[in-house]
């Protein structure tokens, strides 16, 4: 599809246009009149169409570190490579042109309409009057904003709409990698969560190369496919997939920044479907039960297959209770077992049909996986 | 009142307009009959007098600060000297400063709108150099980040969103210009001070008095609207959300106000 998309460079929707892979390489930032440096031999790479995100307490370093991606900040030693590319072959302004960029603060220019703010790189970088036209529409409706937003002026937009105006700007010339700096940062915890899953929706179908920065390890472990926990004074701690950090924290450091409750946290990543669930003995609603030996696995149901009810310990018909489906988190299954006596939670299928029970060990076995390595060492070394 | 002896000079023999006129005869408050058939020969010469020496002096006193304020922004080490300099020429009173060009430039046109140049300067390059400098950081940020050149973060950034605090400090070196042009009818006999200093020659006419210097409320008060006007169209995007006739920028032009002896002690 990718490739498809970069051939056709005529086409307006030129979407996708490959992602870059990207790699720090030993990069030290030091500020003169100061020993101690800002970054440290920072050495990662990021592979295409990826999310990295950047964590850490403040001062460690890791808005530098993105800055100096779009060479905001120069380079002390060693270099970034973007596609293989070192960043300093190419002027900042034209690099920057072709790197997405988003603050927290989101930067919109208050003096233009909505459309010019979307349309500012793209003019930069001498498209035509039709396709920045297009390309607007396109973002606009990309970002579900109405097109009448188009004219107004950032100050007459609500603060959810202004953050994804701020991302569709910096998508506007379909930059191969995007540069995002607490983008969701400023905003309320619920339009925040909307923000940040219409940004993963819209990921999967753009798949840019993205370095985020973070503060908050929730986030952190929501968005990426990669994290780079940083400390301060610079360092990279550990960099490494979301489900790894937390299984496997590499020191007590990392341990704390991830928190006690890490084991919760891991099971958020996963989902009911990926869990391998018990069968149920679904019978026709109304069926008579008597003495049956385990009454939990028992699902009524209607004769779509549709979960009506279950057997209770007394062999008597109560309410099916709590519903899990597949794209459930294993975390909220959690949840909803133990506010539900810890019966085992029916699961259904997409349409609704039931696919079976998830139990409580089943779940915690989940855990299980891949745990141990530094963290267990760790406990034994104690 | 020393002043106004000084500049009319002698004794004084009442005159007032030398016509049959009852109500000029008689110094009334305001003899309509009389101002109406002066219109030709006095008030509409004076009044376009005024105007184009005030255009004259906005004019070239907004270059230079707005080239002053551009260095300034710039290169901010420049900043404090700009600002002593302009503060000492905001400090020196009118009369000295006349005093002292006279020898230089005569009795001239010229010597008025130096003088008036010198007086508009500190106002309008402390308000261009405000206007730059409160541009939002970060929409500067993104800017850069975006790719723009130092040169267009200039032009199609902070220029633009500097307007709105340009326009007050020109809505106040005009109007305080307006004000302090009728002095300049003490070296040239032009705009709407000769009116007046000829009023207070014929033994203070107040027709002639008061209507010239109605002329000079009216002007500024039709000046500034004006630029409110011009604002909103070279900056909508400031007024879209309030209707600005006068208190927004007039305010903040008043807090702006240089603080001229402040600013040469920080200097």
Known sequence: ????????????????????????????????????????????????????????????????????????????????LLDGESVRSRPPAELRRHIGYVIQQIGLFPHVSVGDNIATVP??????????????????????????TRERYPAEISGGQRQRVGVAR????????????????????????????????????????????????????????????????????????????????????????VGLDRGLKRLALSKLGDLSLQAAECLP?????????????????????????????????????????????????????????????????????????????????ALAVGNGGHAAREDAAR | MNLIVAAGGGPVIPNFGGSADKCAQNNGLFCWHWFTSHWGSIF??????????????????????????????????????????????????????????????????????????MYCLLLLFSNIVTGLREVPEEVRDAARGMGLTPRQILLRIDLPLAVPAIFAGLRVATVTTISLATVGAFVTNQGLGAPIFDAIGRGNFKTEFLAAAALAILLAWVADLLLVALQGVVAPWASRRRSSLVPRGVVRAIRRRPRPISAVREA
């Open chain 1, 1 to 80: 599809m990718e490739t498809e998309a970069t051939a056709k460079s005529s086409n307006p929707r030129e979407h996708a246009r490959a992602a870059a892979s990207l790699e720090f390489r030993d990069v030290s930032k030091r500020y003169p009149g100061n020993d101690e440096p800002a970054l440290r031999d920072l050495s990662f790479e990021v592979a295409a169409g990826e999310i990295c995100v950047l964590v850490g307490p403040s001062g460690c370093g890791k808005t530098t570190a993105m800055r100096m991606v779009n060479r905001m900040i120069d380079i002390t030693e060693g270099d970034i």
């Open chain 1, 123 to 148: 003019r930069l970088l001498g498209w035509d009057r039709r396709r920045v036209e297009a390309r607007v529409d396109e973002l606009l409706e990309l970002i579900s904003l109405p097109s009448e």
């Open chain 1, 170 to 257: 910096a998508l506007a010339a379909d930059p191969p990698l995007m540069l995002m700096d607490e983008p969701f940062g400023a905003i309320d915890p619920i339009t925040r969560e909307r923000l940040q899953n219409e940004f993963l929706r819209l990921q999967e179908d753009i798949r840019k190369t993205i370095v985020f920065v973070t503060h908050d390890i929730d986030e952190a472990i929501k968005m990426g496919d990669r994290i780079a926990i940083m400390r301060e004074g610079g360092v990279l701690v550990q960099y490494d997939t979301p489900d790894r950090i937390l299984a496997d924290p590499k020191d007590e450091f990392v341990a704390q920044f």
């Open chain 1, 285 to 365: 609603d109304g069926t008579p039960v008597r003495g049956h030996a385990d009454h939990h696995r028992v699902v009524f149901v209607d004769d779509r297959r549709h979960p009506v009810g279950r057997l209770g310990e007394d062999g008597e018909p109560e309410p099916v209770g709590p519903v899990g489906k597949p794209d459930t988190s294993l975390r909220d299954a959690l949840s909803l077992i133990m506010s539900d006596a810890n019966r085992p939670l029916v699961v259904v299928d997409a349409d609704g049909a039931v696919a079976g029970l998830a139990r409580v060990d089943v779940i915690a076995s």
């Open chain 2, 44 to 117: 509409g010469p004076a009044l376009v007098q005024h105007i184009v020496l005030v255009l004259i002096a906005v004019s070239i006193g907004f270059v230079i600060a707005f080239a002053a304020a551009l260095l300034a922004y710039r290169m901010p080490r420049w900043e404090a000297p700009i600002v002593i300099v302009s503060s000492l020429l905001y400090t020196i009173p009118s009369l000295a400063l006349f005093q002292i060009l006279v020898p230089f430039t005569g009795l001239t046109r010229l010597t008025v709108e130096i003088a008036l140049v």
